[in-house]
C-alpha cells in the first residue's frame, strides 16, 4: 500500500459514532472514546485494509469480478470513479432484494435493458408508435436507476466491497447466503463480523471514504496484472472448449469426446449414411418379394371350394324331379 497510518489519520478515518450509537462488537477496534466519540484505532485498520488488499487482489488474479455496493449519498461518486478506473460493476442507487439470491431473473431483466438501449442507440425506438414508445421509456428510467453500473455483470461476483454494512444490509445477508466474501469499510455502529474482511473506519466522510477506495483501486489493478501474467490452467476458469494458442494451426478447438465415442471423418459419415439409406429399400424389396411368393398358396386352394358348389346344384334338380313325378 502507498499510504501510511498518518495518511488515515488526515483523512479523518479514526472519527467513529456517538457512544449512544456505539455497537459492541466493534469493540476490538475502538482506541478509545473522547468527548462522546468512538475513535477507532488506525493501526488495527491499517493491518486490516492490507489484508483486505491482499484478498481482493487474489479474487480478481483468479479470473473473478468484484460487485463495489455503495447507495449512501457520500459514497456514490467515489464508487463510480473507482469503477470507471478499474472497469469493475457497481451499484450505487438503490440495491434491489433478490440481486444476488435471484441471479437468475435479474438476468433476465438485464438483457432487456440490454436490448432497450440497443433500440434507442439504432433509432428503431423512434419508429414505435407513441404511446408504446413512451412506456418503453419510462421503464428503462427505472431499468437505469436499477442496474446502473451492473450491465456488464454476466454471472455472480467472486466478492462484494461495500460502504456502510448498516446500509447495505440486504446485499451483506446476499452473500453471506451465497458463502460470497465480503469486503466492507465498518463503522463503530457496525457489526464487523458479519463480513469476512472488516476495514474499520470512518463510513460517513466523503475523505475517508475515498482514501480507502484509492487503496482497494489498486489492489484491484494489480489483480488484473497477475491475472494476464497467470497461466490459464491456474485461472479460476472453466470453459466448454479449449481454443487454440496463438500460432496453432487449425482454427477448430480441441473438444474433449465422452468416453465409448468413436471419433469418423466426414467422408466415413457421409459413406455409412448412404449406406444405410441404400440397405433400407433392399430389406424393403425382399419383404415385398416374399410376400408375393406367398399368394399362390392362398390361390391354390380357392378352386377346392368353388367344385362343391355344383355337387349342391345338381342334387337340387333332382329332388325337384322326384316330386313331379309323384305328383303326377
Not at 433476465?108 to 408504446?132: N, W
Not at 465415442?261 to 457421409?270: A, K, Q, S, T
Not at 455409412?272 to 424389396?285: F, H, N, T, V, Y
Amino acid at each position: 500500500m502507498n499510504i501510511t497510518v498518518k495518511d488515515l489519520l488526515d483523512a479523518g478515518v479514526h472519527f467513529g459514532h456517538q457512544l449512544r450509537r456505539w455497537n459492541p462488537k466493534s469493540k476490538p477496534y475502538v482506541y478509545a472514546n473522547r468527548h462522546g466519540i468512538s475513535i477507532i484505532d488506525l493501526e488495527k485498520t491499517y493491518d486490516l485494509l492490507e489484508k483486505a488488499c491482499t484478498a481482493i487482489e487474489d479474487v480478481v488474479a483468479s479470473g473473478k469480478s468484484i460487485l463495489l455496493v455503495g447507495t449512501k449519498r457520500q459514497a456514490q461518486e467515489p464508487v463510480r470513479e473507482m469503477a470507471a478506473a478499474t472497469n469493475t460493476s457497481f451499484c450505487v442507487n438503490r440495491w434491489m432484494g433478490g440481486t444476488l439470491t435471484n441471479f437468475q431473473t435479474v438476468s433476465t431483466s438485464l438483457a432487456k435493458y440490454k436490448k432497450y438501449l440497443r433500440m434507442e442507440e439504432d433509432g428503431s425506438l423512434d419508429a414505435l408508435p407513441g404511446k408504446e414508445g413512451a412506456a418503453i421509456k419510462r421503464q428503462m428510467s427505472r431499468m437505469h436507476r436499477n442496474f446502473e453500473g451492473m450491465l456488464d455483470l454476466k454471472s455472480l461476483p467472486g466478492a462484494l466491497f461495500i460502504i456502510d454494512t448498516n446500509n447495505e444490509l440486504i446485499a451483506v445477508t446476499e452473500a453471506n447466503r451465497l458463502g460470497i466474501p465480503v469486503i466492507a469499510l465498518v463503522d463503530s455502529n457496525s457489526d464487523p463480523t458479519l463480513v469476512d474482511h472488516p476495514i474499520p473506519g470512518n463510513d460517513d466522510s466523503t475523505k475517508s471514504i475515498r482514501i480507502v477506495i484509492d487503496v482497494i483501486s489498486e489492489a484491484i489493478q494489480s489483480g488484473f496484472a497477475r491475472r494476464s501474467e497467470m497461466p490459464i490452467h491456474r485461472r479460476d476458469i472453466t470453459p466448454v472448449t479449449q481454443e487454440p494458442e496463438f500460432g496453432d494451426q487449425g482454427g477448430e478447438p480441441e473438444v474433449t469426446l465422452p468416453e465409448g465415442y468413436e471419433d469418423m471423418d466426414f467422408d466415413d459419415r457421409v459413406r455409412d449414411s448412404r449406406d444405410e439409406a441404400e440397405a433400407k429399400p433392399a430389406e424393403e424389396k425382399a419383404k415385398v418379394v416374399a410376400a408375393a411368393e406367398e399368394v399362390p398358396a392362398v390361390v391354390e386352394e380357392t378352386p377346392a371350394v368353388v367344385e362343391e358348389a355344383p355337387a349342391v346344384e345338381a342334387e337340387a334338380p333332382a329332388k325337384a324331379t322326384a316330386e313331379d313325378t309323384a305328383k303326377a
